[in-house]
T-cell receptor, first 113, second 118 residues
Framework: NAGVTQTPKFQVLKTGQSMTLQCAQDMNHEYMSWYRQDPGMGLRLIHYSVGAGITDQGEVPNGYNVSRSTTEDFPLRLLSAAPSQTSVYFC????????????FGDGTRLSIL | AQTVTQSQPEMSVQEAETVTLSCTYDTSESDYYLFWYKQPPSRQMILVIRQEAYKQQNATENRFSVNFQKAAKSFSLKISDSQLGDAAMYFCAYRRALSGGSNYKLTFGKGTLLTVNP
């Protein structure tokens, strides 16, 4: 099973560039989400989706856009990258139901110069 | 809002010894889930153990066990017979027990970096 696949694993951008981080899952999970991890902090929720066509903001949504056109894919877009968005980004998916576990991708390390 | 606090930024343990990582949380909910995640240098987020708040019995997974004190809002992780492969960042996390998208958010502590000395 592929699980949750994130691409790319590493990326360096210049300030003002745009970028899409890809996330795909093959488990038919309804719920998908994006977190960012900064040094000395735990993961913080950026955006989430409960199904195709439905997205909502998390704790730190500013500067990021998401869409969910299919159940499998949940891309995260940075329209105009800023140095403050340098971070490690994790995508996670979960089957509906309160007792189902979250499955994390391996993360994308993004540096904004 | 829920908060999760890990007061030990770093811990170390000798191989084969036992170590306990601390976690406290704040919530007004009566039912919820608590988790410990392990993040090795490979960056993967690996679920170590999970506790459901309505269960009084402490969760155990092989060498990993928790001490869940609901009234004190404390959730510590005990690692017995520590191995070199246990070296990692450990995160404590909270989630509400209700179904529905906004309830699936995980709230993380800042992490504890565990070093295992041979």
């Amino acid at each position: 099973n592929a699980g949750v696949t994130q691409t790319p694993k590493f990326q360096v951008l210049k300030t003002g560039q745009s970028m899409t981080l890809q996330c795909a899952q093959d488990m038919n999970h309804e719920y998908m989400s994006w977190y960012r991890q900064d040094p000395g902090m735990g993961l913080r929720l950026i955006h989430y989706s409960v199904g195709a066509g439905i997205t909502d903001q998390g704790e730190v949504p500013n500067g990021y856009n998401v869409s969910r056109s299919t159940t499998e894919d949940f891309p995260l877009r940075l329209l105009s990258a800023a140095p403050s968005q340098t971070s490690v980004y994790f995508c996670a998916s979960k089957k509906g139901g309160s007792n189902q576990p979250q499955h994390f991708g391996d993360g994308t390390r993004l540096s904004i110069l | 809002a829920q908060t999760v606090t890990q007061s030990q930024p770093e811990m170390s343990v000798q191989e084969a010894e036992t170590v306990t990582l601390s976690c406290t949380y704040d919530t007004s909910e009566s039912d919820y889930y608590l988790f410990w995640y392990k993040q090795p240098p490979s960056r993967q987020m690996i679920l170590v153990i999970r506790q459901e708040a309505y269960k009084q019995q402490n969760a155990t997974e092989n060498r990993f066990s928790v001490n869940f004190q609901k009234a004190a809002k404390s959730f510590s992780l005990k690692i017995s017979d520590s191995q070199l492969g246990d070296a990692a960042m450990y995160f404590c996390a909270y989630r509400r027990a209700l179904s529905g998208g906004s309830n699936y958010k995980l709230t993380f502590g800042k992490g504890t970096l565990l070093t295992v000395n041979p």
